[in-house]
């Protein structure tokens, strides 16, 4: 038995989860790799085979690198777990007029509780994964994530879901580290390949990144049941017809096959009378959102007026923001406008680099005229 203890190892074949794998091995910690296949895509009637995390390849490259640095690996199938949330939920969104994000949900809800439920079987004391973000423990006793050192990379954000019995067993060694450096351990460790290895940002289980066809496949009759639906301005105007409020988001500029001899943008949609609203870009401005789903990391909650920095997708670079109670869980007001709020996302606020918590962002009532 290891000294630093056993720790299981989610490895898609990646780059940055063999690093992750191999990296714990040099420094002690007694590893067993383990694959998730999370989707198949000959169920999607995908036309790209198999990519990412799903990939036959990817299964054999980390068996590989497992076999050859002496420590055992298996491949964990989480299909039918994976499909029955991250799946419906994904779809459900998109018809309550909201956008989701899968990654979340599936961090969330599938693989960190399926990596903890093997994690006991196989008695291991920790669970790692190829995250750039960190984890520590506060000296009130909670353990939550901060952001990861290489700033381009960093993926607190998506980890904003993840629980104190998960987060109290979670090792992400590569959150002290810039994506430069794991690409140079890649080499050290024998792997170049992995250092030219494209990286995949699509969602796993849409191949072809078509959200839309992949609705349509999901939900017989959806094309024919949305159909014709209206474009409205911000006083109720009908501006022509649309092929159906599933298939826009809101910020949404092109593919909207309207024009008006200037740029518009969807900035709200209204489920229940199959309605897109279209509008300029400062339209898309908002000083608050409500959010609910919370769940607090950092601490237990908050007080009244408490200041974060709160971001609102991936790629935000973060707004300043004062948060308050909420009867649906907390309401965020912006110092200033914020651009492109959109239901179903996530908002996740930080204190400095410290993940205070995070929740879904709610769809507000929308009226017209």
């Not at 959010?291 to 300043?320: C, F, H, P, Q, V």
Request: proline residues 3%; charged residues 25%.
């Amino acid at each position: 038995m290891s000294r630093k203890g056993k720790v299981l190892v989610a490895m898609s074949g990646g780059i940055d989860s063999t690093v992750t794998a191999l990296m714990l091995h040099q420094e002690g910690y007694e590893v067993v790799g383990i694959t998730m296949k999370t989707w198949d895509y000959a169920t999607s009637g995908a036309s790209k085979k198999e990519t990412g995390c799903c990939n036959l390849d990817s299964f054999n490259d980390a068996r590989m690198a497992a076999v050859q640095h002496g420590f055992p690996h298996f491949v964990l199938d989480i299909r039918e777990e994976f499909g029955d949330f991250v799946i419906e939920n994904f779809v459900d969104e998109y018809l309550a007029g909201r956008t989701p994000n899968p990654c979340v949900m599936c961090n969330t809800h599938i693989k960190w509780r399926a990596l903890l439920k093997r994690a006991d079987a196989l008695e291991c004391d920790f669970i790692a994964t190829g995250h750039y973000a960190n984890v520590h423990q506060h000296r009130n006793g909670r353990f939550y994530i901060s952001k990861g050192l290489d700033e381009l990379k960093d993926q607190s954000y998506v980890l904003w879901g993840l629980q104190q019995d998960l987060l109290s067993r979670t090792l992400l060694p590569l959150g002290k580290y810039r994506k430069t450096e794991i690409r140079q351990m890649a080499h050290d460790f024998g792997y170049p390949e992995l250092a030219k290895k494209a990286e995949s940002y699509e969602i796993c289980f849409v191949p072809d990144n078509d959200y839309r066809g992949f609705l349509k496949k999901k939900v017989e009759g959806l094309e024919e049941k949305v159909a014709n639906g209206n474009f409205v301005d911000k006083n109720g105007k009908v501006l022509g017809k649309h092929k159906g409020y599933p298939f826009y988001t809101i910020g949404q500029r092109k593919g909207l096959e309207v024009t008006f001899g200037k740029p518009v943008y969807v900035t709200g949609i209204i489920p229940e009378t199959n309605t897109v609203v279209l509008g300029d870009e400062e339209d898309l401005n908002r000083t608050e959102a409500v959010i609910s789903k919370i769940n607090w990391i950092k601490y237990e909650g908050i007080t009244d007026g408490m200041e974060a920095t709160t971001k609102i997708r991936y790629k935000d670079k973060g707004s300043l923001s004062t948060l308050y109670q909420h009867e649906n869980g907390v309401k965020v007001q912006f110092f200033e406008d914020v651009k492109g709020v959109a239901p179903g996302q996530s908002a996740v606020f930080y204190e400095g680099d410290d993940v205070i918590g995070g929740g879904i962002i709610q769809r507000q009532p929308i009226t017209l005229g």
